[in-house]
């Protein structure tokens, strides 16, 4: 089956089996804050005719033990929301990537950088595949034991 992507009136327009649906715009002003606390804060525009949105945050981040041993954990958390911020934990994840033979607990540090990326949904019947244009940043995440 093939599909078609036609430019019409400032908007994108696909065309799937004689079916036509408008791609949502990416959201614009993305921003990512890293907290400090091993969480990244993503804030976005609304997009005209998303329902709710799919965040992703792709980080490599590396751990460190209080032996000063390092792992390096590469790490995707995605999540939607329905609002047009997100708080995405880095940190649980890359700790939840270590190996079976690491305690957590150990963990006395964290960085990392990656990219987030968000795409607004517009989900239902007749409105044709979601892979609607992404906005990206790059990020960073942090985090030390008090």
């Given amino acids: 089956m093939k599909s078609y992507a036609y ?6 327009v696909c065309v799937l089996a004689g079916t036509a649906w408008a791609l949502l715009d990416a959201p614009g002003g993305l921003m990512a804050v890293d907290n400090g ?8 525009e609304q997009v005209d005719g998303a329902e709710k949105y799919a965040v992703e945050v792709c980080a490599s981040v590396t751990l460190t033990d209080d032996g000063a041993m390092e792992y390096v954990v590469d790490v995707c958390v995605e999540e939607t929301t329905t609002d047009l911020a997100a708080t995405v934990d880095v940190l649980a994840a890359a700790l939840d990537a270590l ?3 690491v305690n957590p607990d150990d963990i006395v540090s964290a960085e990392g950088i990656g990219t987030a990326k968000v795409k607004g949904l517009n989900p239902g019947r007749g409105n044709g595949r979601q892979n609607h244009p992404q906005a990206s940043a790059d990020v960073s995440v942090s985090w030390s034991a008090p």
């Avoid at 430019?7 to 994108?12: E, F, I, K, N, Y």
């Avoid at 606390?37 to 976005?44: A, I, N, P, Y």
Wanted: proline share 12%.
């Fill in 7 to 12: 430019p019409l009136l400032g908007a994108m």
């Fill in 99 to 101: 190996p079976d033979d």
């Fill in 37 to 44: 606390d091993g969480t990244v804060s993503l804030s976005w």
